[in-house]
């Protein structure tokens, strides 16, 4: 069984940076694919940025030149550098890992953009 822990939300200003990490329990990281999803009320979950198999990074548009994810396999661990944060990045943001042929979720935290 694949548990995921998401910790680092809070309520930040625009232009300022926070970090989300992702603590992944029962899989090794490095085994496959991984990534990051958040959800704004009223919309569906979407991806922000993910890891391949085979180590390539993807983006989501609006957060390109921004966010940056990131692998520590010593700590078996994820996280997502979020920098010059804006108002539309409000949303809780998901750790996911797909493994077996089944999707795993973290619960989520919460991200709050300020004005």
């Known amino acids: 069984q694949v548990r995921l822990a998401e910790s680092g939300g809070g309520l930040v200003q625009a232009g300022d940076s926070l970090r989300l990490s992702c603590s992944v329990m029962?899989?090794?990281?490095?085994?496959?694919?991984m990534g990051w999803y958040r959800q704004s009320p009223g919309k569906q979950r979407e991806l922000v940025a993910n890891?391949?198999?085979?180590?390539?990074?993807n983006y989501e548009d609006s957060v390109k030149g921004r966010f940056t994810v990131s692998v520590d396999y010593a700590r078996n661990t994820m996280a997502l550098q979020m920098n010059n944060v804006k108002p539309e990045d409000t949303a809780v943001y998901y750790c996911?890992?797909?493994?077996?042929?089944?999707?795993?979720w973290g619960q989520g935290t919460q991200v709050t953009v300020s004005s």
């Open positions: 029962g899989t090794p990281v490095r085994l496959g694919a």
């Open positions: 996911y890992v797909p493994r077996w042929g089944r999707d795993f």
């Open positions: 890891i391949t198999s085979g180590g390539a990074r």
